[in-house]
């Protein structure tokens, strides 16, 4: 099967799945899994082996909290990894229902709400052999009114569609702008590695020849916020981020591939610091820590216009010492 044949066949997968009871979901989802497919998901419900664990342990409790759930994809992309791990789908989007019992210790507000997530499944042949899910559960406490977190410099808002909206993309891409897109994004990535203390500035990010378009969007988890123009996010974010973790390591990916204009990354853990400086309300405490990250970049006329990055927040701050959830 191709890759493109592997996102049509998951995309109406995962889209009946959050209606079906949990034995009909463990059903479906054998269909397509590995016996002993891994299923790595943030924090709280970390590492499942196996389908039964992982609907048991995470898609009944979000079904049992979210009613009715529906599931909205704004991303659906596929791609040979250039890290070379292998055949990839990747999605972005929100669960959505009314919120009307506890998930993870949320209690609910029986109200809409929106959980954004990103999702990595890689494929052996037709069947999925692991996946990794970062699901935003902080910012389900912040709609609820349960944020521990300090107000995010950025705005705390619901991740849009791609302006573009086009990002749902079931059918064959041209091989040829996948590899451009993630060219760009790499070159990005390898010049903000360095930067210059005090201004925190990195080599080409903007002006003319520049890898972000001056009207660039960047949409950070909970806690964080999101941002418009690269001044906003080194504002909202980098500097805050580099004067917490001054000599983080970056990089380290499980998957990266471009899909037409899109490209998608991500790393369990990509980072590597030290908290050697005050971040988002908590005072250094020179821990090591490990940062689980998913990166979802929009590329148009040769250069970046949108990023929705997913943080594993609840993880991050454990590390430190600090457990946000409710």
Known sequence: MTNTGRKARLHSLLNRLVGLPPAAAIAALADICLPDARFLVGHPVNECIGVEAFVTRFLAPLQSALRPLMRRDDLFMSGTSRTGSGDWVAAMGHYVGNFQ??????????????VR????YRFDGDRIAEARIMVEFVDLARQAGQMKLPPAFGSDMLFPAPASHDGVMLGAADPARGDASAALVEAMLGDLRHYTPGSFDSAGQTGTGGYWHRAMLWYGPAGIGSNYTYDGFQKDHRIPFLTGFPD??????FARFGDGNYVCSGGWPSINATHGGDYLGVAATDRKITQRVMDFWRCADGQIMENWVFIDMPDLFLQMGHDILP
Do not use: W
């Open 248 to 253: 983080r390591v970056g990089g380290n990916h």
């Open 101 to 114: 019992q506890p998930l993870f210790n949320i209690q609910p507000h029986d109200r809409l709400a929106f």
């Open 117 to 120: 997530f990103g999702e990595f």
